[in-house]
Nanobody
């Protein structure tokens, strides 16, 4: 059974930092692309991911709104993908989901991803 489990969310003041983790099991980690997506309160999940990383060759992509503040990384020994978020803003408040895809898509978008975690809540206070 494929499982993706997010952790690391919480309540943080604006300007602070968080590191979210996505622990993956049930698939061959090195063969997959892992993406992070978010869903703000009262909105649909964003089609464009905040970031994606290929465990095949290490390629990364970032959404325009998070470039320079978000850093994605992958640890194949732990089958875990991390996303470091710095200089948090109130508009970063959302449930953050990680997802797995067998392909490296032209864009980091939801349609490429077939396996999803349950999400972790990130709330930024101003």
């Amino acid at each position: 059974e494929v499982q993706l489990v997010e952790s690391g969310g919480g309540l943080v003041q604006a300007g602070g930092s968080l590191r979210l983790s996505c622990a993956v099991s049930g698939l061959t980690f090195r063969d997959y692309t892992i993406g992070w997506f978010r869903q703000a309160p009262g909105k649909e999940r964003e089609r464009e991911g905040v970031s994606c990383i290929s465990n095949v060759d290490g390629r990364t992509k970032y959404g325009d709104s998070v470039k320079g503040r978000f850093t994605i990384s992958s640890d194949s020994d732990k089958n875990t993908v991390y996303i470091q978020i710095n200089n948090l803003k109130p508009e970063d408040t959302a449930v953050y989901y990680c997802a797995a895809a067998t392909v490296w898509g032209r864009r980091c978008q939801t349609e490429y991803f077939g396996f999803w975690g349950q999400g972790t809540q990130v709330t930024i206070s101003s």
